[in-house]
């Protein structure tokens, strides 16, 4: 019996592609100072024989086609077989891709959560929308525009997309609130929202301050140097950087933060391509933090221009990198938008330290799954317990002062500190999974809500906590929710639970990150070892 064998599918979706070029006008968009770049062979033919096969297509195929959408499926594929950070982005994801390198958001202005799939406002973002219209903390909101969301497994994705609109539009919501038996109906008038990328900055001590970054957005860099004025009023002489978790941003934002610390002609970063000549990016030597000692925190997490951050630290002997092997993402995209509001953000080069590493982790074209997973090999090869299980490539590269750094993807920390893994036992790990430390102090939260607005500083905060015992009112709280911890269960992660909670309920007074952050402090073995190094001006690994 014959058959008929399908066509392969990759020869089409490269016609595809071409097409999308030919049939919609594209402009470049630069971001990084990169330049635009025609392409460098002759496609006439393959453009012919594209513009043939959607003829035959539109002209012969058996059902009707949808070619726009056949477009639009096609693409996310092509840009996979490229390298992980190439990628297509529709009209409707672009919008929210950029709001966090744009640093603002229309929308209502709350943060909240989703615990037992209802949604609690955790705080109202001050002088926007929400303030205005009277939502409060602790809220929960049940209706939008007479549609029910609590209760109904949205995901948090869909709320944002529900919550969120066009600037001048109103989100009529029904609040379920603390003390009310009724909903109350608040419409809100959606605004623009500000995006804050400093979560935290206060002094841990009165020479050490502390910055909490979480991305770098257009805003990023006025925020930091207004959290460093602060800071230097409080007589900050060494800071401690927290980049762990930022996954990146707005590279620009990154070199202007690391020429805060750098002197003049310092090399920050340099790229370089395929078809880009090298270029560099180096420091103008006017810095207001070049007097500053500093320790860059990194963890599995921080990537991107937070990689770029503690390279330049890092190579140029400025100051000392703690914790975990960075992510390694070190491929530079460069946007290319369609009229329709869809873009892409194709690979032109590649980001290397100023001692010549290069940032990128290795990578295979045909296996992007295990791209994907390799931080979790990373806890299955003990890298996240011992600083000689990173797979890193064994290349050796030189600072100006000789210390020893690594290359192979993403940033060695000088100061290796492991995931700290005290207190957590068979129990805790239970309790987690099902939330409930973070559920209990919600519920504290609604019934001590007036109370907590009325505390705006950690002395009062830390004076506050000091009438109760929350490690004992939640081990009671778990035991009626059918989690019964043995004495010896309890003493293993009695301290952990505590900081936890009160963490989770400062971040619920006016403080709010700030709040957690100093709380959490306390059982933060990474920042602990920053703090030391700075203050007993240890040296740098060598």
């Known amino acids: 019996m014959n058959t008929v064998q399908p066509t392969p599918r990759k020869p089409f979706l490269q016609w595809i592609l071409m097409l999308l070029f030919l049939l919609v ?10 330049r635009p770049h025609t392409l ?5 033919k393959e453009l012919s024989k594209l513009e043939l096969v959607i003829q035959q297509i539109q002209s012969h195929y058996v059902d009707t086609v949808n070619v726009p959408e056949l477009i639009e499926s096609t693409l996310p594929l092509i840009m996979e077989k490229l390298d992980p950070h190439s990628d297509y982005i529709s009209a409707e994801d672009m919008a929210q891709a950029n709001e966090s390198i744009e640093g603002n958001f229309d929308g209502i202005g709350v943060t909240f959560n989703m615990p037992n799939d209802t949604v609690v406002v955790m705080s109202v973002i001050a002088g926007g929308p929400s303030e205005r219209a009277g939502i409060q903390p602790g809220d929960r909101i049940v209706t939008v525009n007479d549609s029910l969301i609590a209760g109904q497994q949205l995901s948090q994705n869909v709320v944002v997309k529900i919550l969120r609109g066009r600037r001048g539009t109103k989100a009529r919501l029904g609040i379920a609130r603390h003390g009310e038996e009724r909903l109350v109906p608040i419409t809100v008038i959606r605004d623009k929202v500000p995006v804050k990328s400093v979560e935290a900055a206060y002094m841990i001590n009165e020479e050490v301050g502390y910055i909490k970054l979480s991305k770098f957005s257009k805003t990023t860099h006025k925020e930091f140097l207004e959290a460093v004025t602060l800071l230097r009023k409080e007589g900050m002489r060494s800071l401690v950087f927290d980049l762990r978790g930022n996954s990146g941003g707005l590279l620009e934002q990154s070199f202007e933060i690391a020429n805060e610390f750098l002197e003049q002609d310092n090399l920050i970063v340099y790229t370089e391509g395929r078809v880009r000549r090298r270029n560099d990016y180096r420091a103008t030597g006017d810095g207001q933090c070049r007097d500053v000692r500093i320790a860059v925190l990194i963890d599995e997490n921080s990537a991107s221009a937070s990689e770029i ?5 890092q190579d140029n002997d400025r100051g000392v990198i703690v914790g975990r092997r960075s992510f390694g993402k070190g491929l530079v995209q460069e946007p290319v938008f369609f009229s329709d509001n869809s873009g892409l953000r194709i690979s032109v080069a590649r980001y290397y330290t100023p001692t010549g590493r290069l940032i990128q982790k290795p990578y295979t074209k045909d296996n992007r799954q295990a791209y994907e997973h390799e931080l979790i090999d990373r806890y299955k090869n003990g890298e996240m317990s011992t600083s ?3 797979k890193m490539s064994g290349e050796r590269f030189y600072t100006p002062q000789g210390k020893v750094v690594y290359g192979g993807g993403g940033i060695m920390p000088d100061v290796f500190v492991p995931i700290d893994t005290t207190g957590v036992n068979a129990w805790f790990l239970t309790i987690n999974r099902r939330n409930l430390i973070y559920l209990f102090a919600l519920q504290f939260v609604d019934q001590h809500r007036k109370e907590l607005n009325a505390i705006q500083s950690l002395n009062k905060l830390t004076i506050y906590f000091s009438n109760y015992r929350f490690d004992a009112l939640f081990r009671r709280y778990a035991a009626d929710m059918g989690l019964v911890a043995t004495d010896t269960e309890w003493e293993e992660c009695r301290h952990i639970i505590d900081v936890h909670l009160r963490a ?3 971040r619920n007074t006016p403080m709010e990150n700030q709040a957690y952050y100093m709380m959490i402090a306390e059982i933060d073995s990474t920042l602990e070892k920053a703090v030391s190094l700075l203050m007993n001006n240890e040296p740098e690994r060598k």
């Open 25 to 34: 006008g594209v402009y470049i968009g630069q971001r990084t100072a990169i």
């Open 40 to 44: 460098p062979i002759d496609t006439s």
């Open 309 to 313: 951050m503690a390279g330049a630290i």
């Open 388 to 390: 000689d299980s990173a």
């Open 504 to 506: 989770y309920i400062g």
